[in-house]
Each structure stands twice: as structure tokens, then as C-alpha cells.
């Protein structure tokens, strides 16, 4: 029965039996993490005999370049076209950097505050930026932003993708500079943009003609399932309507290799690739060449990489199965709470009642139970409605993880209780 159709003495009773269960878990001692979507040791596991790849005999790139030496700081050809491949870019509009996409988003930014992009005046000398970001959203885009003075303004994420409506609208002023967004597998509600939203954030045309999507496809290959879900190609549609330049797209194998030593890339127009190496090659000689051929021959093609990926989602999903089953058991017949169930990436977004949230992550961790913070997934970290938490089932074992999901049902219990029994 859904608790807004109970008496209070019926709530009264409720929150004494759940007290006891809470009680009961803080006994255990818990010492659980599910704050991020780090890889599993089983995880890490798969790619363990890429370290044992470079017995070879020549270490010499397609083009001659010895990847042992300096050389190819726009990335050697090879990893060029594997990561073309993934997204689906020619090798020519696809430059590789170190192991962090993150790392190629905050310089793509950071450059645009201090020298503009592509000929176009410096967006610090053009009076206030701002940035579109969609909500909930992922943390660290926020953090790019608060950390450079850009003043971030929410989007609501629509069941197809953010509103592109009110983008559309947003987008008329120019001190609107850009958005970020993850458009496949969202963090942290999973959802994949429709070709609908695609095709609208491609056709923009908004007043700051030096405008630009980053669009992150950190998951682009991060099913959960047997199959992955189709992403139209930006890129691509963009060349089509005559609207190349808008985007800045960029990818990793963090989570495919080894996070923190995979390899990460950007791809973009002609216009923008060429704008980016005119600074790339002051920042630098060149990046890791000998990681990259050690990606190349481990998985030697892009769908290479996506076979890996079957190997991910079965270590993954029955972690999310276990997740999901707990909260459809626990709270999906009370009314409180609602979530997604995603095909893939790295998080369930969980909304419970309004002005809870806080007080659910409180609970949790004096249990021993770390959540990612109420609030992270909006920009300055504040969720006006304190409602979304961001569940990251991938890391914990198997075991943990259902002690740690049956703790995260009883605080979000406990916490709306305590909330409707002070109203």
C-alpha cells in the first residue's frame, strides 16, 4: 500500500519497524562504497594480457614513426582509426590524447575562456559565459564550468533526451556558449538520445556563432544487454545541414582497458580538429604512443573493442539485476520513489520524495554504505527538489552490493517517513 494512503499511527508503526531494520544494519559495520562507477576487479580482470602484448618485434607505427620515440602527437594512425571506427568519424577528424577524456574536455574549455575557438574572440572577453546542462547530469561537466566562472543553467532531461525546446530558446542569447551532455546511456539516468533530439541540438543555430556541444559518448559502447542501442552520429548529421563546427565529441577506454591508462580521443570538424592540433602542439611533443599500439594490438579493431564489451555487460548487468530487483521489492508498491531501469552504462538514477534525498545519503552512510552526494547531480551541487540520487552498482561484489541495496531501500523508507510524520 502506498504511504500516502495510511493514518499516521499506521506511518507511527511503519517508521518503528524500519528504525529497527536500520539499527539492525549499522550493527553490521558496513564498509560499502557505491559513490562512483568504478570497474570491478572482474572487470579489470578481462584485460590483464594486454600488459604482455608488446613482445613484438617492431614497435613501428603504419607510417614508419617508432611509437618508442617522439612523433604523431595527433595520435599514431592505427589508434586514429580504431577510435574513427567506434564513433564512426574518419581518422582524419580524430585526434588521440592521454587517458583521460575528462583531461580533453577541461582543455577544450579552458582554451575557449582564454583564446577563443576557431578565430573567434576569447569567451572570457565577451562578458558572461554560460553553459546549457542537462539534469541530473554528471558532476564533473558541472565542475569544469564552476571552476572556469561559467554560469550553468539547468535543462531538463526528457525521456528522449533534454528538452530541446527550451535549448532552442536558450540558445537565441549569446552569451550562451555552450552544453554539455553524455547523449548515450546518460550519467546518471541511462537513457539514450532519440534521433528526434539528435537531429534538433545538430540544427541549432544559436546567436554566439563560436557555440559548441561537448558531447561526451564516454558509454558509447556500454550496453548492459545482448545489444547495444543505436546513437545517431552528430558528426555526421551536422556535415549534412551544413553545421559542422558545432560539436566537440570525445571518448575513452577508461572504462573498456583500464581506467586511468586507457587511451581517450576528440573528434571534430575540419575547422575544429585544426584549431585544437594549432594548440596541441604547443601543449605537447606527443602522448603516450607505445599505450596506443598496445591498444591497437590488443583489440585490433573497433569491433574488437565491441566484443570486449559483451564481456563487460555480463559481469555488469546481473549487478544492476540485483540493484533493480531490490528496489522494485522493497519500494515499488509504496509510492515514494521511482527510477529507470537502463541498457547500459554505469548508474541507476533513483528519485525519491521531494526534500529526502539529503537525509537518505545520511542515513546510508552512518550505516557504512557511501552514496554518491545528494545534489551531485546538478550543477554547484544543488537539486532544488533534493530528490535525485545516483546509484553506481558497478564496483562492490556481488554480495556487498545486496546488503548495500537493501540498506539504500531502508534509508529512502526511513527518511519519508520521518519526513511525513513532521509535516
Not at 617522439?70 to 568519424?89: S, T
Not at 578565430?119 to 564550468?145: N, T
Not at 552526494?373 to 545486496?402: C, H, K, M, Q, W
Request: hydrophobic share 40%; net charge negative; glycine share 8%.
Amino acid at each position: 500500500m502506498k504511504y500516502c494512503e495510511l493514518s499516521r499511527e499506521e506511518l507511527l508503526v511503519l517508521k518503528d519497524e524500519t528504525e529497527k531494520r536500520y539499527i539492525e544494519f549499522k550493527r553490521k559495520n558496513l564498509v560499502l562504497d557505491m559513490s562512483r562507477g568504478k570497474p570491478n576487479k572482474e572487470q579489470l580482470d578481462l584485460t590483464m594480457d594486454m600488459l604482455d602484448c608488446m613482445k613484438i618485434d617492431s614497435y613501428d607505427t603504419i607510417t614508419g614513426i617508432d611509437s618508442r620515440n617522439y612523433g604523431c602527437f595527433e595520435g599514431i594512425p592505427e589508434a586514429r582509426k580504431i577510435m574513427g571506427d567506434l564513433l564512426g568519424v574518419d581518422s582524419n577528424n580524430v585526434i588521440i590524447g592521454g587517458a583521460s577524456s575528462l583531461n580533453l574536455m577541461f582543455d577544450y574549455v579552458t582554451t575557449a575562456m582564454l583564446k577563443g575557438v576557431c578565430g573567434h574572440e576569447p569567451w572570457s572577453k565577451q562578458g558572461k559565459v554560460k553553459f546549457l546542462c542537462p539534469v541530473p547530469g554528471y558532476d564533473r561537466h558541472f565542475a569544469i564550468c564552476e571552476y572556469l566562472g561559467i554560469e550553468m543553467i539547468n535543462i531538463p532531461m526528457l525521456d528522449n533526451g533534454p528538452d530541446v525546446e527550451l535549448i532552442t530558446e536558450l540558445v537565441k542569447d549569446s552569451s550562451v556558449k555552450g552544453m554539455f551532455c553524455v547523449p548515450k546511456y546518460s550519467n546518471p539516468e541511462g537513457k539514450v538520445f532519440s534521433d528526434k533530439v539528435v537531429k534538433a541540438l545538430a540544427e541549432l543555430k544559436p546567436a554566439a556563432p563560436d557555440f559548441r556541444i561537448i558531447w561526451d559518448n564516454a558509454y558509447c559502447v556500454h550496453h548492459l544487454g545482448e545489444h547495444d542501442d543505436e546513437l545517431l552520429n552528430i558528426i555526421e548529421y551536422c556535415a549534412q545541414v551544413g553545421n559542422p563546427d558545432i560539436v566537440i565529441e570525445v571518448t575513452s577506454t577508461s572504462k573498456i582497458s583500464f581506467p586511468g591508462s586507457g587511451i581517450s580521443c576528440i573528434a571534430a570538424s575540419d575547422n575544429n580538429i585544426k584549431d585544437i592540433l594549432s594548440r596541441m602542439k604547443i601543449q605537447t611533443i606527443c602522448n603516450n604512443n607505445i599505450n596506443q599500439l598496445r591498444h591497437v594490438k590488443y583489440f585490433g579493431s573497433a569491433q574488437g573493442i565491441r566484443e570486449h564489451m559483451n564481456k563487460h555487460a555480463a559481469i555488469l548487468r546481473p549487478r544492476f539485476d540485483i540493484v533493480l530487483e531490490m528496489l522494485e521489492n522493497e519500494l515499488a508498491e509504496l509510492g515514494i520513489a521511482k527510477w529507470g531501469n537502463p541498457k547500459g552504462g554505469y548508474f541507476i538514477s533513483l528519485d525519491v520524495m521531494d526534500g529526502c534525498a539529503k537525509r537518505v545519503c545520511q542515513l546510508s552512510r552512518e550505516a557504512g554504505v557511501v552514496l554518491t552526494n545528494a545534489g551531485a547531480t546538478f550543477p554547484y551541487g544543488i537539486d532544488p527538489n533534493d530528490r535525485n540520487i545516483r546509484i553506481a552498482p558497478s564496483f562492490p561484489s556481488v554480495e556487498d552490493l545486496r546488503l548495500a541495496s537493501e540498506l539504500l531501500c531502508i534509508s529512502v523508507k526511513l527518511a519519508v517517513l520521518e519526513k511525513m510524520l513532521t509535516k
